[in-house]
């Protein structure tokens, strides 16, 4: 089977991607400790069949699957539980950047060493027959779900230690992270042609459904009509992110198309280290001259949601009790006038080569805001740079970068998915420090329960929206489309789709 996705993956290495199509290629080669119900975004038991929490939630005792094998052979077991945990805690500095690890970093708060090591909340792991116990240092509600993470991997030790130097300069570009990644799933890795097709084999030792599929292989195609057209042309089998002016002609032709939950955000990002953007007018003014409706007609397939905060409805906390910024020009060349800044350059970053699932069709929806910043008395500096490597370094490992298109696919479901991800501490992608907000959103994700998270989580939507730190925009519906005989793909909310119960007819 052929598949086509938006862009190549950054890396093989999950610990050290934070990319959809990285994330694509390390559910078919690895697995985690938790999973997720088929077509939802709820954990569900994989590596560890049970587990137990201690009620102040900070012990959680896991019982493993049995006879499990990575695919070098190597016995998946506790001790190869604990090691991976006690890897990423001990990840060097040079490591703990968030674009090498954002998820453990925004999700596990610090590790052993650097600034945030005293925030941490992993502390250790314990090995015993057939199990693994994991203490945290304070409260995680969101734990296990956080565990059905691609990031949250369990890799193959001996591999690791072989191939991998997490304190390369480059941990991505690795032997380990190019070549070897070795994990338990159905798949196991073959070739990397960059620039052309990475291979995968299927596994015949997996311990559980083996695929159908012998070989499963992924090609880039960053634009979404080539996509499209590269199907009708049958040089591949199915493909990622279908573009909106497409889906009715390939219905029309027979091919398949399926529709995931939105369960995303894309949202006007905007860099409060740089003026005049730490100015809470001038963030404003930029919110009232968007008109949302405008741009997603333009670059968002039909079922589209305008976004009023940055979690979709489906998500605990969604309150419709947030301020919203009505499309108002005028208003916007107002509070231009009142902060001193009228006719005033901002830089607007975005990806030029890439579709993601919150962001379709980004030279669109870039071309719609820049018509209305600047019809609101903006003077747009365009910068666009390169998904990989440069576009998400540049936004979310420096503070070179002014408003910028980003946007998010949530990975279970928990506010803290969205908001604490976004928002749960300091980092260059919004320039600002917010002790207020940064607590909030430490306290909610303590909380034990739902119900006792709801309530918390709808203020500090709420307080978000005040404070503005950019503008959520939408939550597309993201679409994949398949030839004719292509059978058994599983769609899922947060993308957790695994080839191995495809099948292929001619």
């Known amino acids: 089977m052929v598949f086509a996705g938006s862009a190549e993956p950054v890396t093989l290495d999950p610990f050290f991607a934070s990319d959809g199509e990285s994330f694509r290629v390390a559910r078919q080669i690895f697995e985690g400790l938790v999973g997720t119900e088929p077509g939802t975004a709820d954990p569900a038991p994989m590596l560890a069949k049970s587990w137990e929490v201690s009620e102040d939630g900070l012990t959680y005792d896991f019982t493993l699957e049995q006879g499990v094998k990575f695919q070098d052979g190597t016995d998946f077991d ?35 060493t650097g600034d945030n ?18 203490e945290l240092a304070k409260p995680f509600a969101g734990f296990i779900s956080a565990l059905s993470l691609p990031a949250f991997s369990m890799q193959s030790p001996s591999a690791l230690e072989e191939y991998q130097d997490d304190a390369a ?41 083996t695929a159908s599929i012998d070989s499963l292989v992924f090609v880039a195609i960053d634009d979404p009509k080539a996509r499209a057209t590269a199907l009708q042309n049958d040089e591949i089998d199915g493909f990622d992110l279908v573009g909106p002016a497409d889906i009715a002609s390939l219905e029309e032709e027979g091919f398949q198309v399926v529709d995931r939950a939105a369960f995303n955000v894309l949202y006007l990002g905007m860099n409060q280290a740089v003026k005049p953007l730490d100015d809470i007018k001038v963030r404003q003014a930029i919110a009232h001259a968007i008109d949302k409706q405008a741009v997603a007609d333009a670059s968002m397939p ?11 409805d489906l998500v605990n906390g969604f309150t419709p009790d947030v301020t919203e910024y009505e499309y108002d020009p005028e208003k916007a060349k107002s509070l231009l006038e009142e902060a001193g800044a009228t006719g005033t350059t901002i830089e607007f970053n975005y990806p030029s080569d890439v579709s993601r699932p919150y962001m379709p069709q980004p030279e669109d929806t870039f ?33 070179d970068h002014g408003i910028h298109l980003l946007g998010w696919t949530g990975d279970y479901n928990d506010a803290d998915n969205f908001l604490g991800v976004f928002f749960g501490q300091k980092t260059p992608e919004w320039g600002f420090d917010n002790p207020e907000l940064f607590s909030a959103l430490d306290e909610a994700r303590a909380l034990p329960t739902v119900e006792e998270q709801t309530p918390a989580y709808q203020e500090i939507n709420q307080q978000i929206m005040e404070f503005l730190p950019g503008v959520p925009l939408a939550h597309p519906v993201p679409s994949l489309a398949f030839a ?15 080839f191995n119960t495809v099948t292929i007819s001619e």
């Open 367 to 399: 071309n719609v805001i820049r018509s209305q910043l600047e019809a609101a008395g903006f003077t747009v500096k365009p910068t666009s740079d390169r998904w990989d490597p440069d576009y998400l370094n540049k936004i979310q490992g420096t503070k």
């Open 302 to 312: 039909e079922g589209t949601q305008l976004a009023t905060q940055f979690v979709p």
């Open 169 to 209: 300069g480059d941990p991505t570009t690795t032997e380990y992270s190019t070549a070897h990644p070795t994990g338990t799933g159905p798949f196991t890795f073959d070739s990397w042609e960059r620039g052309d097709r990475l291979t995968l084999k299927a596994n015949p030792d997996y311990w559980g459904e």
């Open 484 to 498: 004719p005989g292509v059978e058994g793909y599983e769609p899922s909310p947060v993308q957790d789709e695994v």
């Open 117 to 134: 090591a005293d925030a941490a909340v992993y502390k250790s792991c314990t090995a015993g027959d057939g199990t693994a116990t994991v």
């Open 78 to 112: 506790g001790e190869a539980v604990c090691a991976n945990f006690d890897r990423w805690y001990n990840a060097p500095e040079s490591a703990q950047s968030p674009d090498l690890t954002y998820y453990y970093g925004s999700l596990m708060r610090g590790f052993a």
